[in-house]
Nanobody, 125 residues
C-alpha cells in the first residue's frame, strides 16, 4: 500500500532555507501526484504545493517564488525546497501521495490519500 515518510525538518531562522524530503515505499511514485501540506498552530491544515506525474506544479500564493517542489523518480522521492523562510511558515509539514493536483488546494485531498507522519519546521530567531 501507499506509504510515505518525511524528513528534513527542524529549527530554521527567518530568511533561511531548508529542504524537506518525502520517500515513497510500497508503490512506484512515478505514477502519482504528490503534495506537501502544512498545519500551523491553531490553524487548519492547508495545501502548500503539489506536483503531478508529468512534473506540473501548483503552489499556494503565500509560498510562490520561495518554495519549489520537485521529484526524483529514480529515488522514489519528492522534495520541497523552502527559501526565504518566514515566521508564518512555522508549521508541521506533511507529505501526501495520491492527490488531485489542481490549481485550487481545496480540492487536492482525495479519498485514497496517503499521509506521512509530519515533520516540524519552526521558523524562529
Amino acid at each position: 500500500q501507499l506509504h510515505v515518510v518525511e524528513s528534513g525538518g527542524g529549527l530554521v531562522q527567518p530568511g533561511g532555507s531548508m529542504r524537506l524530503s518525502c520517500v515513497g515505499s510500497g508503490f512506484t511514485l512515478d505514477y502519482y501526484a504528490m503534495a506537501w501540506f502544512r498545519q500551523a498552530p491553531g490553524k487548519e491544515r492547508e495545501g502548500v504545493s503539489c506536483i503531478n506525474s508529468r512534473e506540473g506544479t501548483h503552489y499556494v500564493d503565500s509560498v510562490k517564488g520561495r518554495f519549489t517542489i520537485s521529484r526524483d523518480n529514480a529515488k522514489n522521492t519528492v522534495y520541497l525546497q523552502m527559501n526565504n523562510l518566514k515566521v508564518e511558515d512555522t508549521a508541521v509539514y506533511y507529505c501526501a501521495a495520491s492527490v488531485e493536483c489542481l490549481g485550487n488546494p481545496d480540492y487536492w485531498i482525495k479519498p485514497d490519500i496517503a499521509w506521512g507522519q509530519g515533520t516540524q519546521v519552526p521558523v524562529s530567531s
